[in-house]
């Protein structure tokens, strides 16, 4: 709330609501909660700064409202509101998204590894989305499976138990000797090039490979913010939850958070393990009806920070293609 609505709120009344205010701690800001008078709206005395708290009745049950405002550049106890926290509670406000940016900023730079971050990070956006009121950590997730593959996986296993409880083996004492027969030790003559042809091969890849080390160009926010604005305002996701239309909203924070990771991963030469992940979808051809399988067309739900990745590198490896003319002009 501004400070001209502030200033006016004793003389202004909004029609049809009863107004419960605080002000600010600071000259631009406060807190206000309109209640419909069909309600009954009583407040509650707190000494929590930038806080107002309302339990509503005229429901079934009697809600609780705490609406608060975080001023920039202060530290506001949420611990305070504990106490106050009930079964059916709204919680809304002004968060100051720039604190929270700030306080995944100060995670990465405390040396939190680039994986471990980016998995916090993904699952903090999908939480924003489903607006989550409980939150419980899970060292490792996979994705659920269907209940009919689920009952197929388990007649698969019965099966295999079976055949291995059932398994004899008739001669163990022929079988062990054909199987020593297989480790012979090596009678091999390295002095000889034509014995040591593997060796030779190996060692003249690892010089080549030494020579072609080249030192790997790193992302940077430029562009990585680039392909962020080229990304179509999809809602769709995959396992992680977070959709184009989440990321093209991140605030610039993150971002430089993001090309630490992805710069990390260049280096490394590999694919977060949950980018190899895919959420299988099956959309229908027919307008009507139940489709068979034959009728369907399956797509894949990657991870939308996998394919800003890739799109970046598939611009750079068409830009040394061409470069290199080894792409023929259309």
């Known amino acids: 709330m501004g400070p001209d609505a502030l200033s006016l709120w004793n003389t202004s009344r909004v029609p049809h609501f009863n107004i419960f205010h605080q002000h600010g701690t600071n ?3 406060g807190v206000c909660v309109a209640i419909g008078k069909q309600l009954k709206g009583t407040r509650i005395e707190i ?3 930038n806080t107002v708290i309302i339990d509503v009745n005229g429901f079934s049950e009697t809600i609780r409202v705490i609406a608060f405002y975080w001023p920039v550049g202060q530290i506001m106890m949420l611990d305070d509101l504990e106490p106050y926290i009930i079964e059916n509670i709204i919680i809304t406000g002004d968060f100051n998204p720039s604190i929270i940016e700030e306080f995944w900023i100060n995670e990465q730079n405390r040396g939190m590894e680039a994986g471990e971050w980016y998995m916090n ?7 924003l989305k489903v607006r989550l009121t409980q939150w419980k950590e899970k060292e490792k997730f996979r994705p659920s499976l269907p209940s009919y593959l689920i009952q197929k996986l388990k007649e698969a296993k019965r099966i295999r138990n079976k055949y291995y409880r059932e398994k004899t083996i008739f001669n163990i004492n022929e079988e062990t000797r054909v199987l020593l027969q297989q480790f012979k030790a090596q009678n091999a003559d390295m002095s000889d090039p034509h014995e040591n042809q593997i060796e ?3 060692l003249e890849l690892m010089n080549k490979l030494q020579i072609l080390n080249e030192k790997i160009e790193n992302m940077n926010l430029t562009e990585i913010e680039k392909h962020i604005l080229k990304l179509k305002s999809k809602k769709s996701s995959g396992f992680d939850a977070v959709s184009n239309f989440i990321i093209k909203r991140i605030p610039p924070g993150y971002i430089g958070c993001l090309v630490n990771c992805f ?4 280096n490394e030469h590999r694919y977060p393990d949950v980018w190899k992940l895919a959420k299988i979808v099956t959309l229908k051809k027919l307008k009507a009806g139940i489709p068979r399988c034959d009728q369907t067309r399956p797509i894949s739900l990657l991870a939308t920070h996998s394919k800003l990745f890739e799109k970046i590198m598939l611009e750079r490896l068409r830009y040394w293609a061409e470069t290199n003319r080894l792409v023929s002009a259309e």
Do not use: D, I, P
């Open 263 to 266: 710069n990390t991963w260049l």
């Open 200 to 202: 030779t091969e190996y």
């Open 47 to 49: 000494n929590v700064e």
């Open 121 to 127: 990070y993904v699952r903090f956006l999908a939480a």
């Open 27 to 29: 000259s631009s800001g």
